[in-house]
């Protein structure tokens, strides 16, 4: 599996970025695509979460209502739309794929999106907000 994201940038406070991962080797019929982010100094944290065949999603409460996670499986691509940015969200941002269902089912119940059941990831775009 090769995951590459794009899509990084500076961005003002309150402004928008969107975020692609695009994916080969994967077989988006079975697995999710998740979001990660790591700031500086701080721990990799669970953004997002996408199973493609049905389009279940999973957003951590820090960013619901700001940012949607999309796929296009013709583009064998998963997206991040990050609205009304904040100072907060500045970090790198990773993807990552998992072979079925279960990490983003276990984040949809309530458990958070587990980071050591991913063993495919991208190599990162950095996101900085100016506040």
């Known amino acids: 599996v090769q995951l590459v994201e794009s899509g990084g940038g500076l961005v003002p406070a309150g402004g928008s970025l969107r975020l692609s991962c695009a994916a080969s080797?994967?077989?988006?019929?079975?697995?999710?695509i998740a979001w990660f982010r790591q700031a500086p100094g701080k721990e990799r944290e669970g953004v997002s979460c996408?199973?493609?065949?049905?389009?279940?999603?999973y957003l951590a409460k820090s960013v619901k209502g700001r940012f949607t996670i999309s796929t296009d499986k013709d583009k064998n691509t998963v997206y991040l739309q990050m609205n009304s940015l904040k100072a907060e969200d500045t970090a790198l941002y990773y993807c990552?794929?998992?072979?079925?269902?279960?990490?983003?089912?276990?984040?949809?119940?309530?458990?958070?999106?587990?980071?050591?059941?991913?063993?495919?990831w991208g190599q990162g775009t950095p996101v900085s907000v100016s506040s």
């Open positions: 080797g994967f077989t988006f019929d079975e697995g999710v």
């Open positions: 990552a794929a998992y072979g079925n269902e279960y990490p983003c089912r276990r984040a949809v119940l309530g458990h958070g999106l587990l980071k050591t059941a991913f063993a495919s």
């Open positions: 996408i199973r493609p065949s049905d389009v279940t999603t």
